[in-house]
DNA sequence: ATGTCGGCATTGTGCCGA
């Protein structure tokens, strides 16, 4: 089974170059963010011609995640619990049957800048509820998978200029001792679990030429809990995609599992 | 401090969010 995470930047403007990368890349499971679409207006059937199932949680402009499939999906849960009055669409889940079932759950992390402030503190009450979540998945003691856009750089070696996000709210003491919380709940980080080395990002602005010159930082992330670890056999970035004519600002992330 | 996008409200262009 392989999995993508994806931040695509909008639906509407992305679906030529999302229908091309699932005709060419073709993931089983391809979990987005960013869709900036409601869920009657997701051109759905676009991506079913191409043999995908479609499962949405979508809002108007903003935010909004979805999971697109070639496997069959039971069971699927919108919206991250412990708030009822979240009104932001920044979570779904599903199982997905392959050879073996993985509990896949597709995140959009609020990004929380300016930081401090209402904004930075929603993004760390967020980050305690995923907590809380991810604490069940642990508990469960099945492969699952939680990835997506968590608007976290984790560690120096994630950003190409780690000085310049000390203060931004992507980058702050406070948001990577949040994330290495739940890591150290004892999930996997899948990407630094099969890589060492610096340099690799997964977002890179669209200002100054940031691409080009690798000027990024690795905010997509798929935590595996140790079930889904033990069916790991890769992980790797997709980086080509942000050259290409009228790019998403992320790219692909993507894990194998022997599932 | 700013550069660029996408979407919205609106029908020109400025605002928000990233």
Redesign the pocket.
């Known amino acids: 089974m392989r999995i993508a995470t994806f931040n695509i930047?909008?639906?509407?403007?992305?679906l030529e170059g999302l229908a091309d990368w699932l005709g060419t890349s073709a993931p089983d499971v391809a979990l987005l963010q960013e869709i900036?679409?409601l869920d009657e207006t997701f051109p759905r059937e676009r991506f079913e011609d191409l043999g995908y199932g479609v499962k949405t949680h979508g809002q108007?402009?903003?935010?909004g995640v979805a999971i697109l499939s070639r496997l069959p999906l039971e069971d699927v849960v919108r919206g991250l619990p412990g708030d009822p009055n979240d009104e932001q669409a920044r979570w779904i889940e599903a199982t997905a049957i392959g050879r073996k079932a993985v509990r896949v759950c597709c995140l959009y992390l609020?990004?929380g800048?300016p930081a401090p402030g209402e904004?930075y503190d929603y993004k760390l009450v967020w980050m305690k509820r995923l907590q809380e979540r991810a604490l069940e998945l642990l508990a469960a003691e099945e492969p699952a998978v939680m990835a997506g856009d968590y608007?976290v750089i984790p560690q120096d070696e994630d950003a190409a200029r780690p000085d310049a996000w000390r203060e931004d709210a992507l980058g702050r003491p406070e948001t990577r001792a949040a994330f290495r919380e739940i890591l150290n709940l004892g999930f996997t980080d899948a990407f630094r679990a099969r890589h060492q080395d610096s340099g690799h990002y997964s977002f890179w602005?669209?200002?100054?030429n940031a691409f080009d010159r690798n000027d990024g930082i690795r905010i997509d992330h798929l935590l595996l809990t140790p079930q889904a670890a033990d069916l790991m056999s890769g992980c790797w970035i997709e980086a080509e995609l942000r050259g290409r004519e009228?790019p998403s600002d992320h790219t692909p992330v993507w894990i194998e599992l022997d599932a």
Do not use: C, E, L, T
């Not at 108007?60 to 935010?63: D, E, S, V």
């Not at 602005?205 to 100054?208: L, T």
């Open positions: 930047n909008g639906v509407k403007a992305r900036k679409s108007k402009g903003f935010n609020p990004n800048n904004k608007n602005d669209y200002q100054r009228r």
